[in-house]
């Protein structure tokens, strides 16, 4: 599942696994208390940095997948479908209601009527800010100080310094090393 490989989605370990962290999720959903609910959610990723809050709402399937740097912050709502690795780098800024979704489900009504599902890797790179509403689909890999303007959909791998927007979409600016928009 991990590498891109087909696998299975309703199979038993993996969908303990779900059950599992939903369960927890719910809880740690609920706790007023800031430090402790993202300690908690922490303790089910992959790896994280200092500096990790999350505002309530997040979701994601198995934690396991999920890898993310210092000064991370999230707000409301945040999904990370890992069916594969999502990496998330340092310095990075996450608007309400965004998505990060690896797994692919096949063109072929055959396959996924046998229930094969593959997976496609996300990369974040560092200081890389998200307006909210922006889906992150399988197989992207943002550079480092990307901006990615509200509601966008990203279909496609962007390198560093840019601010992209759209659906799809596109870049709408280069930026310099101190991030200005250069001129063109």
């Given at each position: 599942?991990?590498?891109?490989?087909?696998?299975?989605?309703?199979?038993?370990?993996?969908?303990?696994?779900?059950?599992?962290?939903?369960r927890?999720?719910k809880?740690l959903?609920?706790?007023d208390?800031?430090?402790?609910?993202?300690?908690?959610i922490?303790?089910?990723?992959?790896d994280?940095?200092?500096?990790f809050?999350?505002e309530t709402?997040?979701?994601?399937?198995?934690g396991?997948?999920?890898?993310?740097?210092?000064?991370f912050?999230?707000?409301?709502?945040?999904?990370?479908?890992?069916?594969?690795?999502?990496?998330?780098?340092?310095?990075c800024?996450?608007g309400p209601?965004?998505?990060?979704?690896?797994p692919?489900?096949?063109?072929?009504?055959?396959?996924?009527?046998?229930?094969?599902?593959?997976?496609?890797?996300?990369?974040?790179?560092?200081?890389?800010w998200?307006?909210?509403?922006?889906?992150?689909?399988?197989?992207?890999t943002?550079g480092?100080?990307?901006?990615?303007?509200?509601?966008?959909?990203?279909?496609?791998?962007?390198?560093s310094?840019?601010?992209?927007?759209g659906?799809p979409?596109r870049?709408?600016?280069?930026?310099d090393?101190?991030g200005d928009?250069?001129?063109?």
């Open positions: 599942m991990t590498d891109g490989k087909e696998y299975q989605q309703f199979d038993d370990e993996l969908i303990n696994r779900r059950r599992t962290v939903r927890e999720l809880l959903n609920q706790i208390d800031n430090d402790e609910r993202n300690r908690r922490q303790d089910l990723l992959a994280s940095g200092k500096h809050f999350a709402g997040i979701e994601f399937d198995y396991f997948n999920i890898h993310i740097g210092e000064d912050y999230a707000n409301y709502h945040l999904t990370l479908l890992d069916t594969c690795p999502i990496t998330i780098g340092d310095h800024y996450i209601d965004v998505g990060f979704y690896t692919v489900h096949p063109l072929s009504a055959k396959l996924r009527d046998a229930d094969v599902e593959l997976g496609k890797p996300i990369t974040v790179g560092n200081s890389v998200m307006g909210g509403h922006v889906t992150i689909l399988p197989g992207v943002l480092d100080r990307v901006v990615v303007g509200a509601g966008s959909v990203v279909t496609k791998s962007f390198g310094d840019v601010v992209i927007a659906n979409a870049i709408i600016h280069q930026l090393a101190n928009v250069i001129q063109n």
